[in-house]
């Protein structure tokens, strides 16, 4: 089946660092990468929507450039929180479809990002 | 933008009960999702329900799609502590792309 690998899995930093989360498709290839952020106990909710080669589309009210997305190849999308404070922890997850229908999409096992 | 009403937000029963769960929309959708997710992983995908009035069935989990494609559900019957998890519908709008997420329910199971 469809492999999604994220890294790192668990990250804490003081706060003012940027942070960098990798999104691997890692048996196939995937021309969109959606990334979702989800709070303890709540749902996903969907920041941007990544498309290799191109520039992200980001979901109404999130900061592009707090939330900086890279997809530069097929297989890889970066999500960098730049400048990164308390209210930025959460669990963010990335998602990988593997065809221009988007479905289904195949999720990571996210990252907790803790910010001190 | 379409929104997703899941509930009960929260849920919790005693080992052997039955449960239904319910996602719920003013908007059409063309498939609509169930995962569940535990605690620090990502969701994983339970079913995929596309034809309205469709009723699929995972062992003791069945769902069911409405047949307007606006609303669908997922029952467990007689429950386990196992199925202890955070269970989240999602539907796919009629354009494509995007799913569109309920809030979830936290369903715990008590042995």
């Known amino acids: 089946g469809a492999v999604v690998s994220q890294h790192p899995s668990w990250v804490i930093c003081k706060s003012g660092t940027s942070v960098k989360i990798e999104c691997r498709s890692l048996d196939f290839q995937a021309t969109t990468m959606f990334w979702y952020r989800q709070f303890p106990k709540q749902s996903l909710m969907l920041m941007a929507t990544s498309n290799e080669g191109s520039k992200a589309t980001y979901e109404q009210g999130v900061e592009k450039d707090k939330f900086l997305i890279n997809h530069a190849s097929l297989t890889l999308s970066t999500l960098t929180v730049t400048s990164a404070h308390p209210e930025d922890s959460s669990f963010y997850i990335c998602s990988a479809a593997i065809d221009a229908s988007n479905q289904p999409q195949h999720f990571g096992d996210g990252t907790r990002l803790s910010i001190l | 933008t379409q929104l997703l009403e899941q509930s009960p937000q929260f849920l919790s029963i005693q080992e052997g009960e039955n449960l239904t769960v319910y996602c719920n929309s003013s908007?059409?959708?063309?498939?609509l999702q169930w995962y569940r997710q535990e605690p620090g992983e990502g969701p994983v995908l339970l079913v995929t329900?596309?034809?309205?009035?469709e009723v699929k069935k995972l062992k003791r989990l069945t769902f069911q799609f409405g047949d307007a494609r606006k609303d669908s559900s997922l029952h467990i019957t007689a429950a386990q502590p196992g199925d202890t998890g955070l269970y989240l519908c999602a539907g796919e709008g009629t354009s494509g792309s995007r799913l569109t997420f309920g809030e979830g329910t936290q369903l715990t199971v008590n042995p």
């Open positions: 329900v596309v034809t309205g009035g």
């Open positions: 908007s059409v959708f063309s498939s």
